[in-house]
């Protein structure tokens, strides 16, 4: 059984920092291509970042947050700086192969 769990989100003021963590079972992590996604309310889910045979990021969130991956723990991290209020939504971890995987999801609330 495929399982993707986020953590790692909360509250932040502007400026702040905050790393989001996903953990993979159930499929061969490394295999994977792997990214963060993000839903605001009343937006589409948008992507963030992705860590596969190259990194890519929305030219939204560039030179501020970073992903990366530990194949060895099975997780993919995405490291967010300097955070703003329109940083604020639902962030999701994708596997992506053949098929997609989601996780539930970890609510980032950007705001003083």
């Known amino acids: 059984q495929v399982q993707l769990v986020e953590s790692g989100g909360g509250l932040v003021q502007p400026g702040g920092s905050l790393r989001l963590s996903c953990v993979g079972s159930?499929?061969?992590?490394?295999?994977?291509?792997m990214s963060w996604h993000r839903q605001a309310p009343g937006k589409e889910r948008e992507l963030v970042a992705t860590?596969?045979?190259?990194?890519n990021y929305a030219d939204s969130i560039k030179g501020r947050f970073t992903i990366s991956r530990d194949n060895a723990k099975k997780t993919v991290y995405l490291q967010m700086n300097s955070l703003k209020p329109e940083d604020t939504a639902v962030y999701y971890c994708?596997?992506?192969?053949?098929?997609?995987?989601w996780g539930q999801g970890t609510q980032v609330t950007v705001s003083s």
């Open positions: 860590a596969g045979y190259n990194t």
């Open positions: 159930g499929f061969t992590f490394s295999s994977y291509a």
């Open positions: 994708r596997a992506q192969r053949v098929n997609a995987y």
